[in-house]
């Protein structure tokens, strides 16, 4: 199973960046997803899943309502739609892909996102 995570640059606060994943090896409809970031001198933290249903999501307050997290099926890819960025969101985006029922199986590389005030 191969992630590949895209979309992450540099804005400024306020604006808005979509990151995506694309997986192969593995059908996302199957399987649980997941955002996650790190930034400098800090522990990874949770940002949004998305549950097998495809419907079904969570997320960490610090992004509830400004995140959103969404698949396509058809391009096996997870999106993560980030509005209203604030320069707290500058990190390292990682996606995950859950296969059983607990914790993540494989991560991308992630992708540097700068948001600056």
């Known amino acids: 199973v191969q992630l590949v995570e895209s979309g992450g640059g540099l804005v400024q606060a306020g604006g808005s960046l979509r990151l995506s994943c694309a997986a192969s090896?593995?059908?996302?409809?199957?399987?649980?997803m997941g955002w996650f970031r790190q930034a400098p001198a800090k522990e990874r933290e949770f940002v949004a899943a998305?549950?097998?249903?495809?419907?079904?999501?969570s997320y960490a307050d610090s992004v509830k309502g400004r995140f959103f997290i969404y698949r396509d099926n058809a391009k096996n890819t997870v999106y993560l739609q980030m509005n209203s960025l604030k320069p707290e969101d500058t990190a390292v985006y990682y996606c995950?892909?859950?296969?059983?029922?607990?914790?993540?199986?494989?991560w991308g590389q992630g992708t540097q996102v700068t948001v600056s005030s």
């Open positions: 995950a892909l859950s296969i059983g029922s607990s914790g993540y199986d494989y």
């Open positions: 090896g593995r059908t996302i409809s199957i399987a649980g």
């Open positions: 998305l549950m097998r249903s495809g419907t079904e999501t």
